[in-house]
């Protein structure tokens, strides 16, 4: 009994290729929309998104993005984060068919690029390859969209100055105060989600003033008075202040003490944080 031929070469099932098309090229830093409208910012983390259609059968690929900072090369290869599946049901190039796979990670092929491609200045990204991730088989992308370009510009960084307002309250007394778990929280999501490149980040625990139950105007104000003590004892003015308060008490809703029409450091805030839900706060 002789073995089953093997076509193709190198074990690569042969056949027609399988299609796609492109539906969509995205560069994001966690919060963009898919007019791009979002300034991309230098050497903060970045990924590229690619969204392909399918009209036959659905397939999981994987694909590979070149990238370069002039526009003729030399480019520069990179590998998907993992494969991506493509369902004809989600494919088109339409807000609404581009929105079903940009809600789900595992629907786009992703790149994520070194930080060398994040510097300031235009950056030119196109697609390269892209297989079958069960055949093997390179996949005909249908309508090549060549190279797309994007720009990262400067920004300076976030510093951020905690107030952690400390109270007092109930029967028998207890005290209550963000956790620092509460606060690296905060850090870790203004890291990713902000648009700056990095945060300097710092905190200090101090009493509240208002006897409890306060609200955030109260908040602001105390913590509008620290900031002015410490500018007039040389504190850096780019410095944002916030006051974080403790839901194991009592919930206290947020609110800024202004809504500047330029940025303005001096305008303060503060809101809450803690494990309660409050029956609606869900994330």
Request: no cysteine; glycine share 12%.
């Amino acid at each position: 009994m002789g073995r089953p031929a093997i076509s193709g070469v190198g074990g690569v099932a042969a056949g027609p290729k399988p299609k796609a098309q492109v539906d969509g090229i995205e560069v994001t830093q966690s919060i963009q929309d898919l007019s791009e409208s979002v300034p991309l910012i230098a050497r903060k983390r970045s990924f590229v998104r690619v969204y392909l259609g399918v009209s036959a059968a659905p397939m999981t690929v994987h694909g590979v993005l070149r990238v370069s900072h002039h526009a003729h090369g030399p480019w520069t290869r990179l590998a998907s984060i993992g494969a991506a599946s493509l369902d004809p049901g989600r494919s088109g190039s339409s807000l609404a068919q581009l929105q079903s796979r940009r809600d789900e990670i595992g629907y786009s092929l992703n790149f994520r690029l070194p930080s060398r491609f994040a510097r300031a200045g235009d950056l030119w990204v196109g697609l390269g390859h892209v297989r079958d991730s069960g055949t093997g088989q390179v996949v005909h992308i249908t309508n090549p969209p060549g190279t797309k370009t994007v720009t990262f510009i400067e920004s300076p960084p976030l510093l951020l100055y905690v107030i952690n307002l400390q109270y007092t309250t109930g029967s028998p007394p207890a005290t209550y105060a963000a956790t620092a778990n509460d606060l690296a929280h905060l850090e870790s999501w203004l890291r990713r989600a902000y648009p700056v490149p990095r945060v300097t980040f710092s905190s200090v625990t101090v009493p509240a003033t208002a006897a409890w139950p306060f609200d955030s105007g109260q908040a602001n104000a105390q913590v509008a008075a620290i900031r002015a003590l410490d500018m007039a004892g040389g504190g850096d003015p780019r410095t944002h202040y916030y006051g974080m308060v403790s839901d194991g008490g009592g919930f206290m809703r947020g609110s800024a003490a202004g809504i500047p029409g330029t940025p303005d450091t001096s305008v303060v805030a503060s809101g809450p944080t803690g494990p309660s839900s409050w029956g609606w706060d869900n994330d």
